[in-house]
């Protein structure tokens, strides 16, 4: 049986080796870092497309009992009203979106993966691949070890060491010129009605928040900015990044500020960047999957369904084509329009600011105007996708 040796053991890692297992093929997960702790703060939404992709490897069940469901979205205008609200679901019969926090999902994804046999090692940073013995290829990491398969699936993020070495003129990721700060609390005055994500347009940034069951209120801020360099990101505080979100929303008329302010140590704030288009997915024994081939800015709420969806389409190739090298090209067929297509339609997003009061009115129009439209049904090209595990990939 052939063998993958996947890097990185985030999102489209475990997926992607727990669908190989259903196509019949072995693999190992390697995570560079030591363990599989996340930022407490941040969160991610799975939509319809993504839950879908997650019960075709029968691994959506962990997800649920660890996220709840919001079945609709609430538009605030900067100055408290609101601006109309539609369903969430996407498609007609699909499931809620569900949020749950990214470690949360990390270890649900790699326990799952553990729990069937699957080994993921920690501490493994790759520094190159070669090819081995018998046509194999090799895999060497920083530690000094090395280790021996079939296949290289790249699935180590947006800043692919995987990605580097395989086109090393491969493009840089793009700063948006957003910041994205993620919070979480129990204390705030204002939750979200109850099933519902409260989507706020304000005057210098845009503010979205969901509260669980339990209580706890789940927020997020984009905020236009230039990139922070890595060394001062890593130095920023929460009590920094709780000011700069208040003082942001601090001239609006919703719940934004106060819900930031009420937020204690759970809150973490990041670069935002992504991957307009990657020329090379793969070569004769490498391929990449998730934010290492297309990496999407966060404003689509997509990133982890793309990743998820990549992993799937991916093993059903390598099923149906044991010659990897015409499976990774039936992939990126199958794959890069519509990845390229989210990733195009989450940039834009971030480009919709409103700086001048003539312009947040007609923003607030369109917006009235959208949601007025907009049932939230049908099988639209984004949510409505399903992977068909049992079709033949020719």
């Not at 962990?62 to 009203?81: A, K, N, Q």
């Not at 129990?186 to 989507?199: F, K, L, S």
Request: hydrophobic fraction near 40%; glycine fraction near 12%.
């Amino acid at each position: 049986m052939a063998h993958a040796l996947i890097i990185g053991g985030g999102i489209a890692g475990p997926v992607t080796a727990m669908a190989l297992q259903r196509a019949g093929i072995g693999s190992t997960v390697y995570e560079a870092y030591p363990s599989g702790a996340d930022h407490a703060g941040a969160f991610l939404v799975l939509f319809a497309n993504g839950l879908e992709a997650l019960a075709v490897i029968d691994a959506d069940r962990t997800v649920h009992d660890r996220s709840f469901p919001s079945g609709t979205v609430e538009f605030l205008s900067d100055t408290g009203g609101t601006l109309g609200t539609r369903p969430l679901a996407g498609s007609a019969g699909g499931p809620r979106p569900r949020t749950l926090p990214r470690s949360a999902l990390y270890r649900a994804l790699r326990d799952e993966a553990t729990r069937r046999g699957i080994p993921v090692e920690y501490g493994k940073r790759l520094v190159a691949t070669g090819t081995g013995p018998r046509g194999t290829v090799t895999a060497l990491f920083a530690d000094g070890s090395r280790a021996e398969g079939d296949l290289v699936v790249g699935a180590d993020g947006i800043h692919s060491r995987t990605r580097t070495l395989l086109d090393p003129t491969a493009p840089r990721p793009r700063h948006t010129g957003q910041l994205t700060v993620c919070g979480r609390t129990r204390d705030t005055g204002h939750p979200a009605p109850p099933d519902t994500y409260r989507m706020m347009y304000g005057r210098r940034g845009f503010f979205g928040c969901a509260t669980a069951p339990d209580g706890t209120t789940y927020w997020f801020a984009n905020i236009p900015g230039p990139e922070v360099p890595k060394t001062a990101l890593a130095a920023h505080t929460p009590d920094q990044w709780r000011r700069r979100v208040t003082e942001t929303f601090a001239d609006d008329r919703t719940p934004a500020a106060a819900i930031a302010a009420a937020t204690g140590r759970d809150i973490v704030g990041m670069n935002v960047y992504d991957l307009l288009s990657t020329p090379v997915w793969h070569d004769h024994h490498t391929v990449l999957v998730g934010d290492a081939a297309h990496a999407t800015a966060p404003n689509a709420a997509q990133g982890a369904s793309m990743a998820i969806e990549d992993g799937v389409v991916l093993a059903r190739c390598l099923r149906d084509l044991p010659a990897p090298d015409r499976a990774f090209a039936a992939y990126e067929r199958l794959r890069r329009e519509r990845v390229e297509r989210v990733v195009a339609m989450s940039a834009a997003l971030a480009g919709r600011a409103a700086r001048t009061a003539e312009e947040r009115r007609a923003r607030d129009a369109e917006v009235a105007a959208r949601t007025a439209g907009n049932t939230g049904g049908g099988t639209d090209w984004l949510t409505g996708y399903r992977v068909d595990w049992d079709a033949p990939v020719r």
